[in-house]
């Protein structure tokens, strides 16, 4: 089962970013790109983001589940705009789950 973070060979890009492909090797991809073939083995693969960090007040471009600096979990929407954190209610950093 794919999970809305999982992003498949052919898929475009909805965020530029560095990527890791099931194999590990790491890319830099950019938004309107198309997600390639394993760089080691050269087949379809999935990509995920490598660690990166969105702010609060973010525009979110690609949904899924993110987590905040206390651990706090949520789900957020394409469009959606990255919270406070829930739990202190102050500016926070998020990165995908």
């Known amino acids: 089962m794919l999970?809305?973070?999982l992003h498949q060979t052919n898929e475009s890009v909805a965020e530029t970013?560095?990527?890791v492909c099931a194999s590990g090797e790491t890319r830099t991809l950019e938004k309107g790109d198309q997600f390639p073939n394993c760089?080691?083995?050269?087949?379809t693969t999935t990509w995920r983001h490598a660690d990166?960090?969105?702010?609060?007040g973010d525009k979110v471009t690609e949904a899924g589940s993110y987590t905040d600096n206390d651990g706090?979990?949520?789900e957020l929407k394409q469009g959606d705009v990255f919270p406070n954190c829930p739990k202190s209610h102050?500016?926070?950093?998020w990165k995908h789950a």
């Open 3 to 5: 999970t809305k973070d």
């Open 17 to 19: 970013g560095k990527y």
């Open 39 to 43: 760089p080691v083995t050269n087949k």
């Open 52 to 56: 990166h960090q969105h702010r609060t």
């Open 72 to 74: 706090q979990r949520i």
């Open 90 to 93: 102050q500016p926070t950093t």
